[in-house]
């Protein structure tokens, strides 16, 4: 998912429960499937910890993780849940 598409999604106030990034060497190559960047999971996180990004495996399986899986030490951790700005129409 694009940085454009989570700032439509954040304004039309809608949720992102699912993100999978793709790459590909050429036009004519199988795609890869990649793990959201950092930053990318940074972003997500406004959406809660329950959003669920497609992992890298050595076969190219599509697996998806929770954000707080791929995260056990979120530094935001450190502070309470209230003072965090996160997507709140659960």
Not at 77 to 82: D, L, Q, T
Request: a negative charge.
């Amino acid at each position: 998912m694009e940085t454009g598409a989570m700032c439509e999604a954040q304004k039309l106030n809608l949720r992102i429960t699912h993100s999978l990034c793709v790459s590909r060497d050429s036009e004519n190559d199988d795609f890869k499937i990649l793990t959201a960047c950092g930053i990318c999971q940074e972003r997500f996180r406004y959406w809660g910890g329950n959003v669920k990004i497609a992992i890298t495996n050595p076969n190219n399986e599509i697996i998806f993780k929770t954000l707080d899986e791929l995260s056990h030490h979120y530094w935001g951790n450190a502070f309470p849940k209230f003072e965090r700005e996160e997507y709140d129409n659960q």
